[in-house]
């Protein structure tokens, strides 16, 4: 029997309002480290988003090192499959891919396509052993960038050269693949109806997602998926899941129960996939909950000063307190408000880190942004939030069209991509342009 651990979406190096998960992604690290103890697994699929940017810290690197090394020291025989996400830079990812690899760690974040010359399909299909023998043949597919597909169906149909990338990949699987032996993939993508986050996930493919999980065939094993942060199985498929993030991202992920999937292979057929859940170690509260209207300001202060007492950390100790949102019903802005929240925290249990004004006629959405709290950061809005709300104020209310939406996805994931891309950005506010029928400037 083949054994693998599935996990996704570290995003090393995050912030979560200006708030650092450093000591989060630590803890989280060294429990996986005895997840790997515990289950004894013959390799690790880590699907894309290590990093939470294309220019991670020194930290979050040494972080990622740190880790591979340990593991790697408590398993000389654990192999370590690395996939870039399309918060990671391929060519910073696989700069020491040739020296990593020599310790049994493969990191493909890129297919290094060369106009005019075949994939290095060698590259991407790696052997996966069990006892000594071929157990199973994984199609390592990273995430992928308009250089990484065909260019004759990039520009028409970017959704024919995905399916023809992945067609080609598994095809040299497949002839690789002797009987008995299991068939894996990868994937770093949205496939329709899986449940994506409201604020931390940006649609990728170009804004796509019209992907189906028919890209993958049924004699695949297990599809090993990255970029949704939540945990799931996706078109009632128990082996084409997301792994989802281990740490809460955004706000709206606080219920998220966050994990890593230890898979069992038998012959050439899942025989378990079984989540591991994540310890949480810093909580995250929403008041009032979600599925309650913005308290007024008046309800706020009171529930705040009834949390539980907890004197901030000693010098040098992480602060573990949760981390807080609160949402108000307001039917103005009204100077010194965040400062009379602050105070009403001041001992507490909780670190405020988002605080968000709810005009009572349309309780159910943010007021614009030019009409929120006054002391309000950007910090706490994520760039589509701020389109949303600037594109709302300007037309009366009403949101973007898709195409609009899909072409600011465009330009902010051409923005976010490292410099060899760079001209993407003039052809996404081009095409904001012709959709807009102005000067997207």
């Known amino acids: 029997m083949l054994r693998l651990v ?46 939470d940017t294309a220019t991670p810290s020194a930290a979050a690197e040494r972080a990622l090192f740190d880790f591979l090394a340990r593991a790697r020291a408590a398993d000389p025989a654990l192999v370590i499959i690395i996939l870039g996400g399309n918060h990671d830079s391929a060519p910073r990812l696989e700069a020491p891919a040739s020296l990593l690899r020599a310790l049994g760690v493969h990191v493909v974040a890129s297919l290094r396509r060369r106009p005019g010359q075949p994939l290095d399909l060698e590259r991407l299909v790696v052997p996966l052993r069990a006892g000594g023998e071929v157990a199973a043949w994984l199609a390592v597919v990273p995430f992928l960038r308009p250089a990484d597909l065909p260019p004759a169906h990039v520009a028409q149909d970017p959704l024919a050269a995905v399916r023809a990338v992945y067609d080609e990949v598994l095809a040299h699987a497949r002839a690789r693949r002797a009987p008995g032996q299991a068939l894996l993939a990868t994937g770093h993508l949205t496939l329709t109806g ?20 028919d890209l993958f065939a049924p004699d695949l094993a297990y599809v090993a998926l990255g970029h949704l942060h939540r945990a799931q199985a996706v078109g009632g498929r128990e082996g084409v899941r997301y792994a989802g993030s281990p740490i809460p991202l955004s706000m709206t992920e ?107 006629e349309a309780t159910t959405a943010p007021r614009a942004l030019a009409d929120a709290a006054p002391q309000a950061r950007l910090t706490d809005l994520s760039p589509r939030e701020v389109f949303e709300r600037c594109w709302s104020k300007e037309h009366q209310g009403a949101p973007p069209p898709d195409d609009v939406a899909r072409a600011f996805d465009d330009l902010l994931a051409a923005v976010q991509r490292p410099a060899p891309e760079a001209s993407a950005p003039t052809r996404a506010v081009d095409r904001i342009a012709a959709l807009t029928g102005g000067d997207a400037a």
Do not use: M
């Open 6 to 51: 599935h996990t996704s979406d570290w995003h090393l190096g995050h912030a979560l309002h200006g708030v650092a998960r450093d000591h989060e992604h630590a803890r989280f690290l060294a429990w996986l480290e005895q997840v790997l103890v515990e289950e004894r697994p013959h390799a690790l699929l880590i699907t894309g988003d290590v990093f």
């Open 194 to 213: 899986a449940e994506a986050s409201a604020e931390s996930e940006r649609p990728v493919l170009g804004g796509l997602t019209a992907l189906t999980d």
């Open 254 to 360: 606080a219920g998220y129960a966050h994990q890593v999937v230890v898979v069992d292979v038998e012959g050439e057929r899942l025989a378990a996939a079984r989540p591991r859940l994540v310890p949480r170690t810093v909580d995250l509260l929403r008041l009032p909950a979600p599925d309650e209207p913005p308290a007024t300001v008046d309800e706020a202060l009171a529930r705040l000063c009834a949390l539980p007492d907890d004197a901030p950390p000693a010098p040098g100790q992480p602060d573990v307190r949760p981390l807080l949102e609160v949402r108000l019903a307001a039917p103005a802005p009204e100077p010194g408000l965040r400062r009379r929240v602050e105070e009403a925290l001041a001992g507490k249990a909780a670190r405020l880190v988002k605080l968000t004004l709810v005009a009572p």
